[in-house]
DNA sequence: CGCCATATGTGTGTTTGCGCACCGATGACT
DNA sequence: AGTCATCGGTGCGCAAACACACATATGGCG
């Protein structure tokens, strides 16, 4: 068992630390750690999904891609979920694209043990069908914001749910790669990413990224980060 | 047993079609028929869920409500599925505004009793596991389609989910409506819809609207009809 | 050190949809 | 028959974001 991370006490990854400490031992065997690379492909639309990844400091972003120059996150996944949810639904296809918006370590769990451990009404199953409903809910918050808020609200927003995730003040992060998320060109990012950095929230050059005041973007986001972080912190703590 | 559709041999909702006779038989008595009148709320952000619906030629819409005057349709259910998903997956309180989009049949079944049908991996448990993916589907494609497509494609889109949902050419429905629908102001649906009207496409007035054709409809259309119809048919055939 | 792919900054003109204001039409109800 | 709330049509100014076209900066690599 070369990469199984049999001596770690509690996962990083919080939907497994909900579990019962019995249920994650059962599972363990089953985990094996792995370094998931910036931008990397997790699913493409129509790829058979192999594994269930849960990130520990990593993000991975579903993504729903018109063509090349057109996609837009609908779902952001960090230690609080997982990837792949689809499989406990009964569906091996993936219907999105996911890749990783955030480097770091995930443990991944194959598609069949997966199928296997949810295939009855326990913790683990309970566990993955409340964050379904959690990740259910940030997909419709996020539509009626993609449409009805600003461009600086939200990528205040995306922003602050990455940092979340991610963990630390400073990530990996061009332009480019944010107007894909927020479904918007480049230009657009370029000039509300302008105005934070002038007003000393973020700095970032070359694909650098540092938060300077979450305070400051906090103010500036919508609502609707602080919505999806409750509904998120609260179907954890209910386990 | 007052309003229980006991001499129904098959039911009207394909999603309750796709189950085993056997199984569908032993819900009957927990059915109840109802009639659901246009734009009759049936959940309200925050309130509990006290029944699932299952739409015969009705529709309900999940909407994501921003305030008053901003809201966006994040799904649609017709009699291919379910509302009050949430229950299934562990969550009695609703997160979204699910209102009376059609007017017409529909049966529902107590949540309590939903709960206790799909607490085991059997039949009924993995259809709505394979629906909810289906609406899970459709929630993440709309929700790029609002964003990327024009107004006109969108209309046209949404009018042929509706027809296909409601089974008729005709039906009430008002500019304003789909204004909330489509996240957009009710002028601006006046300009497309008008468009549609002049090319004998649709035909309205007053809140009566009547499809004229359907073919011309799917050409307007993004391809995001076909595929959200594509995706909806097949988790109902592979039941 | 110099090159170059990558990342960022900026300008111009156009389109889409918003906000507001208002008019006209009509069906339902008294 | 008259009233009135509802529904539909339209115009105008504005803001956001688009498409396209460049200019500039810089980290990494030969």
Known sequence: MPNAPALRARPANRLLAALPPKEYQRLLPELEDVTLAFAQVIYEPGDTIRHAY????????????????????????????????????????????????????????????????????????????????????????????????????????????????????????????????????????NKVAGELQRGKLISYSRGHMAILNRAGLERISCECYRIIKADSDLFLGKG
Chains 1, 2 share one sequence.
């Open 54 to 189: 849960f990130p520990n400091d990593s993000i991975v972003s579903l993504l729903a891609a018109e063509d090349y120059h057109a996609s837009l996150e609908v779902g952001m996944i960090g230690n609080e979920g997982m990837a792949g949810i689809s499989v406990f639904m009964g569906v091996s296809t993936s219907r999105t694209l996911a890749l990783v918006q955030g480097a770091g370590a995930a443990v991944r769990m194959k598609s069949a043990v997966l199928r296997r451990e949810s295939d009855h009404v326990g913790s683990f199953h309970r566990l993955l069908h409340r964050y379904t409903h959690s990740l259910w809910t940030q997909m419709s918050l996020c539509s009626a914001c993609n449409r009805f808020h600003t461009l600086n609200a939200r990528l205040a927003r995306w922003l602050l749910m990455t940092q979340d995730r991610i963990g630390t003040d400073e990530f990996r992060l061009t332009q480019e790669f944010m107007s894909n998320m927020l479904g918007v060109r480049r230009e657009g990012v």
